[in-house]
């Protein structure tokens, strides 16, 4: 699964905007640690956007496929 630069950049964004929300929702009045991407050192932008971009990949159906597959092994060992 291709995962474009586009696409991982905008799937961080949104993910980051989620947990900001999430936060400020079960912590209201508290100051969010999760801030919007643009105020990340260009390190840790980089680090956001390579690891969702991972995940992102790893919805494929290929993995998907294994996945189940060693989930019914696991559960046929049990």
């Known amino acids: ?41 260009l390190a840790d932008r980089q680090s956001l956007i390579s690891s969702v971009k991972a995940a992102v990949r790893s919805t494929s159906e290929e993995n998907m496929r294994r996945l189940r597959e060693r989930a019914a092994e696991n559960a046929a060992q049990q």
Request: net charge neutral.
């Open 1 to 41: 699964m291709q995962v474009s630069d586009d696409q991982a950049l905008v799937a961080t964004k949104t993910f980051l905007v989620a947990m900001r929300r999430e936060w400020v929702r079960r912590n209201p009045g508290c100051e969010c640690p999760v801030k919007p991407l643009d105020e990340y050192s």
